[in-house]
């Protein structure tokens, strides 16, 4: 008989801060006190930018060029459409319900704005954003994008029409995602009517943690409500969910990168020296041209 993961905290939103003007964010990890820099890898960072309202606006909100190396970023949206560039040619724009899956690795110049009809209108703004950490190897690897558009994203009923598990990444009951990941790793939306029930079976080794982004949940015993983070520890494989209500939850979980961390700013590398040259190769240009 499998073990039940036991929940080792449950954390409250932090106190929000802004990344740029259109993201007003809770940073669950790293560094909050509680999940620390290896705490959730391959997880590295997570973003919440918690339902809220945006007045309209002619200029959209957003966040300018900056570049990234060395990880992916991972956004997903619940409300709201977001429009995204970079220097390696690529954009696109998702809105609810779909994802955007960068990958920086040997660096490029990035920039993220609300989408201009959305900002024309405004309205309700939801978002999560990841930063997915590479192993030494991939760090250097060219640039990519991929778009999880709502037709490409795979989608599992659960029985009696009580909702369905999306799989972003990984696989679940023989259904795998639409994204391709560097290392094992599962990510899912569970969307889950009010009364469902679900047993997630999830390697023990696995760092994994929970996201109620929507609703409330019984899991593992523990009642959690809207906008808090379940972290697990690492000593069982099955977690079970009972919605209390109708409920969204994002699952994370990935097979830990056992390497060195060294990150400044926009750059997640192995050591202080890959960070500085990463730095010096930004200086010079090396991360290709994007306007504002």
Do not use: C
Not at 165 to 193: D, Q, W
């Amino acid at each position: 008989m499998k073990l039940q993961k036991t929940i080792e905290t449950v954390l409250a939103p932090p106190p929000p801060h802004m990344v740029g003007d259109g993201f007003r964010v809770h940073s669950f990890f790293p560094d909050n006190g509680l999940i620390g820099k290896k705490r959730m890898s391959p997880f590295f960072l997570l973003d919440y930018n918690a339902l809220m309202d945006f007045s309209p606006r002619k200029e959209p909100r957003g966040v300018g060029v900056h570049p990234h190396r060395g990880f992916e970023t991972v956004t997903i949206a619940y409300h709201g459409r977001i429009a995204h560039h970079d220097s390696a040619g690529n954009s696109g724009i998702i809105g609810e319900g779909e994802v955007q899956w960068m990958t920086a690795a040997s660096g490029l110049l990035h920039k993220e704005y609300h989408e201009a009809e959305f900002s024309r209108q405004g309205g309700p703004f939801q978002m999560v954003q990841l930063w997915v950490n590479l192993p030494a190897k991939y760090k250097t690897v060219a640039p990519k994008y991929q778009e999880l558009s709502v037709d490409k994203l795979v989608r599992v009923p659960l029985p009696d029409d009580k909702g369905e598990v999306e799989v972003i990444a990984g696989s679940y009951a023989n259904a795998k995602g639409a994204a391709s990941t560097f290392t094992p790793m599962h990510v899912y939306n569970l969307r889950l009517k009010k009364g469902a029930r679900l047993d997630l079976d999830l390697p023990a080794h696995y760092n994994t943690g929970m996201l109620i982004v929507a609703g409330e949940a019984n899991i593992n015993g523990s009642s959690v409500p809207a906008d808090h983070f379940i972290l697990f520890k690492n000593d069982g494989e099955m977690v079970n969910i009972e919605a209390s209500a109708d409920a969204v939850i994002l699952v994370l979980s990935g097979e830990p990168i056992d390497e060195p961390i060294a990150q400044y700013g926009p750059f997640l590398m192995n050591t202080w020296e890959e960070v500085e040259q990463a730095i010096t190769d930004v200086n010079a240009g090396k991360y290709g041209i994007l306007e504002e």
